[in-house]
């Protein structure tokens, strides 16, 4: 239980188009998902908090119109990275908070984001 | 952003050996978490710690929530190749809705066969 899927896994793009990343919750229903992004060998930057029927909260720095989230429904969130350019490059990771476990977060596999 | 102290770094050991690793945070926290991280993949939960003093296993995986509360510890005995990977520590701070977490910076593992 508490699987998380992502898709896509990979995506290259163009600078200028968006790019839109799906993560669901397969096997429970998640009230809040949370967004991250990692750098080679660093540790997970929290992006944004995602709850389902309202608007995402966006940790300090991070531009939420240059990185839309929707949480339309119980294990459905998305992230759009809108006009992406080359340093929007990196690995995005959700996860999806589980109330079959405390609420702790489960991790989806994540996407690699490559803007050439 | 906040972040916690993970040492060691990295670590290079061969197998069969145990390996321990630490977190230490300037603030009381009241739930630590230790993830592992395969390449390219998202992090996997390992052990869960809700109460100061608690010592939890999963397998040949120890962690212990540190009576202070401010440090927590992770340690694998009889290490094997698929031990390899990133070991990350993580907070919470506060009880209730804010499920946010404050990250380690992560224990990259190497084991030789």
């Known amino acids: 239980g508490a699987v998380v899927s992502q898709h896509p896994s990979r995506v290259i793009c163009k600078s200028g188009t968006s790019v839109k990343i799906e993560c669901r919750s397969l096997?429970?229903?998640?009230?809040?998902m949370f967004w991250y992004r990692q750098f080679p060998k660093q540790s997970l930057m929290l992006m944004a908090t995602?709850?389902?029927?309202?608007?995402?909260?966006?940790e300090q720095g991070v531009e939420k119109d240059k990185f839309l989230i929707n949480h339309a429904s119980l294990t459905l969130s998305t992230l759009t990275v809108t006009s992406a350019h080359p340093e929007d490059s990196s690995f995005y990771i959700c996860s999806a908070a589980s109330g079959r476990v405390r609420n702790e977060q489960f991790f989806g596999p994540g996407t690699r984001l490559t803007v050439l | 952003g906040q972040q916690l102290n993970q040492s060691p770094q990295s670590m290079f050991i061969q197998e069969g050996e145990d390996v321990s690793m630490n977190c230490t945070s300037s603030s009381i926290f009241n739930t630590w978490l230790w993830y592992k991280q395969d390449p390219g993949e998202g992090p996997v939960l390992l052990i869960a710690l809700y109460k100061a003093g608690e010592l939890t296993s999963n397998g040949r995986l120890t962690a212990q929530f540190g009576i202070t509360r401010k440090d927590s510890f992770l340690n694998i005995s009889a290490s094997i190749p698929s031990d390899v990977g990133i070991y990350f520590c993580a907070g919470r701070i506060n009880a209730g809705n804010n499920r946010k977490l404050i990250w380690g910076l992560g224990t990259s593992l190497a084991v030789n066969p």
């Open positions: 096997d429970f229903q998640a009230t809040t």
């Open positions: 995602s709850n389902e029927g309202s608007k995402a909260t966006y």
